[in-house]
């Protein structure tokens, strides 16, 4: 708004001093009625005081002329547009680790299988030390500047000193970057003898083939009915979310159609070649799941396809098309809504030009209501309602309301449980944990084994003296409310530093009451 208010202020005096000397200079026209703000770019570049960059006046300017539009229409500048569209393409180009700041020191977490690191011999726990011969350990080197001096054009070379427990000397690693593959399915495993379970993170370019692979994966292990995960997932590609609707849907149903002021109608219907046809499915969501997400949820949901459970969605239903300008730089506008295949409209209300803050601080409002803990809470307009093919009623308004309402779960949640929380500490002690096991560790590669591994100690009295060094007094009262969660939270966390996903969820499940109402609904059901 600053720059336009600029803008305005100069339009104004350009006009003034116009008008003040009409009759010396009657043939002037500074400002035609086409191609305004070209005018006054430039004029301000010809006639402005001081020296100034009209390039710069224009970057400022086209994320306040989108602001004014909806809150989803943005400015890419060139400079950030491949790591904005990075999540989406699933790749990057880099050496392939992961890694986390402790104690001002980049702390490899896992090494990305066949990548750069993993190639050249790059492990858990080895500490970055320095970069292209730049030293980034114990001078408070800012976290975000660490991957965009590991990052870089394919085919690139970065060297990398790191200093591992076991050696006495710095190791100095010299690394070609290469293409790192971004994964949107987060992990797939039974969490019953006959119902799967899948986490998808985002909709990227490669989502449908890998939620393919992961129920490759299941149905060889037995799976009869499945979990698809939402919850926290943005969105993504429409395309990636119609595609595994379709996999669901039998043949000639609507999954979600597009529509705009100046777009068609465009409807996208199922195939009936889906090869997951004939399994049970249960989605879930909560009020993070956006765009494609619900798009997703709500082809199920109005085609009577399975039951969705948990919070309401975000309500996020705007099609963005993404523009190229010729220095690099992109343009997602707005370009049509999304609508389930009952008619109603996914995007939840919003006034142009209002300030984005507020619109995302619906969030908020929704939990300070009580829309987390009581379905009662939600309110529904009697003038959106619609109904699914089987003739059940859902509403609109904006989001996906599920069909099976799970609160925000607060068992366990103490005084005690929020300090430790709040001090980050459940991953502080498991990031330490590991570190001191790391040669004990590093063989584990499932998650049978690094349960086995973790029955060998007391985690939870260990961690209580950790917090208690920590600044967390002992409270026995809230420990014993408080155990179950964080101990569970603990077995998840330090098998994630082993072997990433694969082993915090098939832990994490038993605190996660909307996955266990999901099974307990799903194979109640068959039986």
Not at 179 to 187: A, K, L, M, Q
Not at 368 to 395: A, K, N, P, W
Request: charged share 25%.
């Amino acid at each position: 708004m600053p720059v336009l208010l600029a803008l305005a202020v100069i339009v104004g005096i350009v006009i003034g001093m116009f008008l003040s000397s009409r009759d010396k200079r009657p043939n002037l026209t500074v400002y035609p009625k086409t191609d305004k703000l070209s005018n006054i770019l430039n004029y301000i570049s010809e006639e402005y005081v001081d020296t100034v960059s009209i390039k710069t006046l224009v970057e400022n300017t086209i994320p306040a002329l989108l602001k004014n539009l909806d809150p989803h229409s943005i400015y890419i500048p060139a400079k950030d547009l491949e790591s904005v569209n990075a999540p989406l393409e699933g790749e990057f180009d880099g050496i392939g680790i992961q890694f986390n700041m402790t104690a001002d020191t980049a702390t490899v977490i896992n090494v990305i299988p066949n990548g750069p690191s993993d190639r050249a011999g790059l492990l858990a726990g080895d500490r970055i030390v320095a970069v292209d011969g730049k030293n980034i350990a114990g001078v408070k080197f800012p976290f975000d500047s660490v991957p965009r001096l590991l990052k870089g054009p394919h085919g690139t070379r970065v060297e990398v000193l790191v200093q591992r427990k076991e050696e006495p000397e710095p190791i100095l690693f010299s690394l070609i970057r290469d293409r790192i593959p971004i994964y949107s399915v987060d992990v797939s495993f039974m969490v019953s003898a006959t119902t799967g379970y899948i986490k998808i993170n985002s909709f990227a370019k490669n989502t449908h083939d890998e939620f393919m692979e992961g129920m490759a994966k299941l149905k060889r292990q037995g799976m009869q009915r499945l979990i698809i995960d939402l919850r926290g997932n943005p969105g993504g590609y429409m395309e990636a979310a119609t595609r595994i609707a379709n996999e669901l849907l039998p043949v000639n149903r609507l999954i979600v159609y597009t529509q705009g002021n100046n777009r068609p109608r465009k409807d996208v219907f199922s195939d009936g070649y889906g090869r997951l046809r004939d399994v049970d499915v249960a989605v879930l969501i909560d009020e993070q799941s956006a765009s494609a997400s619900e798009i997703l949820a709500g082809a199920l949901q109005d085609n009577d396809r399975g039951q969705i459970i948990g919070r309401r969605s975000f309500g996020k239903g705007l099609v963005q098309e993404q523009i190229f300008f010729s220095d690099g730089s992109a343009m997602r506008l707005v370009i049509a809504r999304y609508y389930t295949p009952s008619g109603r409209c996914i995007q939840k209300p919003y006034k142009s030009g209002d300030n984005n803050d507020d619109y995302y601080a619906d969030i908020v409002r929704r939990y300070m209501h009580g829309e987390f803990s009581e379905q009662d809470s939600i309110q529904f307009t009697d003038t959106l309602r619609y109904y699914t093919v089987g003739g059940r009623l859902v509403y609109g308004g904006g989001g996906i309301m599920p069909d099976i309402f799970v609160p925000l779960d607060t068992t366990g949640v103490t005084d005690y449980y929020i300090r430790v929380t709040r001090r980050n500490l459940v991953y502080r002690y498991a990031f330490r944990f590991v570190e001191q096991h790391r040669l004990e560790t590093r063989p584990l590669k499932t998650f049978e084994q690094v349960d086995a591994f973790l029955q060998r100690f007391d985690l939870f009295t260990d961690f209580v003296t950790y917090a208690s060094k920590n600044g967390v007094s002992t409270n026995q009262a809230q420990l014993r409310q408080s155990r179950f969660v964080l101990e569970t939270q603990l077995r998840a966390v330090i098998a994630r530093n082993i072997i990433d996903n694969d082993g915090f969820y098939p832990y994490i499940k038993d605190i996660d009451e909307t996955l266990l109402r999901a099974i307990a609904e799903l194979e109640d059901e068959t039986n």
